[in-house]
């Protein structure tokens, strides 16, 4: 089954690939019969996987003997919500590409192998498999930037890819130095020999890792590779960007770095803590400043994904269980955010929230619906936004990091709900500006892409058991692992 989900995109790359030119068309075809197939079975593993049960699904088999390199997926309460979010966003991705006509073959081509790179990270449990999924990721967002970005695409794609290039490089040293010290990749079994380590060995480590994975997170300072990216990236790959490789960066530290290194993670964890704040704090002044509504929205998730970081860096199961909320809901409403730029820019022409007002009078679809996403994004209460940083505050707060994390990360949020509620006051309300003087409203196309994201905004909102029933066993267990 998981194989299935992982290799059926790769499938459709392969056809996409190989269609005729003069057949423009057929590649969104392929594209959204993969993708649709792949959120089917992914539908059918989240309705049939048992909360609490482990790892389900399991798939193994030698890869590489001589190395001691397993062929390894399994998907357990950390990776399901990641997985089910990946399907659904490939999907609808595709959705929002759907009027590609600059090299259809190549963008669909690329967008289903940059789908088998972020399931294969979410479900490898084998870290040399896990590497190469998280390797071949940078290829085709290298390649949808760099070929169907803005006027400086070529800049930020090389950015992006050099950056997260480095930080692999110390990924790969870690994982080769926990091989020598264990004999083995498989992250199950590693877990079992973790105490053993060095602490000091395990401190290096850590920050080996941490490099790795902060860069996709990614955490300040290393997260300027982010707003270049997302301005200069075509819609889909924006809404990729933001809605899954970024929590590639936080997963990778649930799922590697702290329960294997956690004598690391001890440490560590109050620069994590220190790191986190200023990612929020700073992230929520430096979109007050922006002027282009992207970079707004970029800047917005170097602030959301520090809540994330702050929910690891506690160790409780509150802030872990936050952590994986902020990640799924991030997901959601960023995406979702992206898409509506996307929208406005093409009928406006313009992201200078100078240049656009008025938006509920003239096309007040995607007014209502950038307020919304909004709201959610500021963390309003019944909205999905809210459980992630709610629990990130409280898991920071009852754990034995200083109270001062908490309170300046508080802090965030009153700045967050500010810039968010300064952009809409410019662009949702007064009189429609010259820019957008006689576009017409969102389509069918557009708002339907964006209801199942509203939809899931709003039930983990209200319902948080929709998504704490999968993470908070791995989250209890991990907090004990870790002495919480």
Not at 188 to 211: H, N, T, V, Y
Not at 313 to 324: E, M
Not at 346 to 355: G, K, N, P, Q, V
Not at 412 to 438: C, E, K, N
Request: aromatic share 14%; hydrophobic share 60%.
């Amino acid at each position: 089954m998981l194989s299935l989900i992982v290799f059926i995109p790769l499938a459709a790359a392969v056809v996409c690939a190989l269609l005729p030119a003069n057949r423009p068309t057929w590649p969104r075809w392929v594209a959204l019969v993969a993708s649709a197939v792949d959120l089917a079975l992914v539908a059918y593993v989240t309705a049939t996987f048992a909360p609490g049960g482990g790892q389900q699904f399991v798939e193994r088999a030698t890869w590489v003997p001589q190395a001691n390199i397993q062929y390894y997926l399994a998907v357990d309460g950390l990776s399901l919500p990641m997985l089910f979010l990946t399907g659904l966003l490939t999907f609808l991705a595709v959705l929002v590409s759907w009027k590609t006509e600059v090299k259809p073959k190549f963008w669909f081509a690329m967008l289903m192998l940059l789908a088998v790179g972020m399931t294969g990270v979410f479900l490898a449990l084998d870290l040399i498999l896990f590497y190469v999924f998280w390797e071949l990721v940078l290829v085709p967002m290298y390649f949808l930037i760099g070929q169907w970005g803005g006027p400086r695409r070529e800049y930020a794609a090389m950015k992006f890819f050099l950056y997260t290039l480095l930080g692999s490089v110390f990924l790969l040293l870690g994982i080769i130095v926990l091989y020598l010290q264990t004999g083995t990749f498989d992250v199950i079994e590693m877990i079992k020999l973790a105490p053993s380590l060095d602490a000091q060995l395990q401190w290096w480590l850590f920050g080996a890792l941490f490099l790795g994975f902060a860069v996709k997170v990614p955490i300040w300072p290393l997260h300027t590779w982010l707003p270049d990216a997302h301005v200069e990236a075509p819609t889909a790959a924006s809404a990729l960007l933001a809605g899954v490789l970024l929590k590639m960066g936080t997963y990778g530290f649930l799922r590697v770095s702290l329960p294997l290194l956690p004598d690391g993670f001890h440490a560590w964890r109050g620069a994590l803590a220190a790191l986190a704040v200023v990612s929020i704090i700073y992230g929520a002044l430096v979109a007050f400043a922006q002027t282009d509504l992207k970079k707004l929205v970029a800047y917005s998730s170097v602030s959301h994904m520090g809540f994330a970081m702050l929910g690891i860096a506690a160790g409780t199961a509150a802030g872990l269980n936050g952590a994986q909320a902020v990640n799924f809901s991030h997901g959601l409403v960023s995406a979702a955010l992206f898409i509506l730029v996307g929208n406005v820019y093409y009928r406006a022409h313009t992201r200078e929230i100078s240049e656009i007002s008025g938006l509920a009078n003239q096309i007040p679809r995607a007014a209502f619906l950038l307020s919304f996403f909004g709201f959610a994004s500021l963390g309003l209460p019944g909205l999905s936004g809210f459980v992630g940083e709610f629990l990130s505050l409280v898991g920071a707060w009852v754990s034995d990091l200083a109270r001062i994390w908490p309170l300046l990360a508080g802090l965030g949020v009153l700045f967050g709900a500010a810039y968010i509620l300064w952009m809409l006051r410019r662009v949702v309300f007064g009189q429609p500006s010259f820019a957008i003087a006689d576009a017409t409203d969102l389509d069918v196309l557009e708002v339907g892409v964006l209801v199942p994201l509203a939809f899931f905004t709003v039930a983990i909102g209200i319902y948080w058991d929709l998504l704490l029933r999968f993470t908070d066993p791995f989250s209890t267990a991990l907090a004990k692992l870790l002495g919480a």
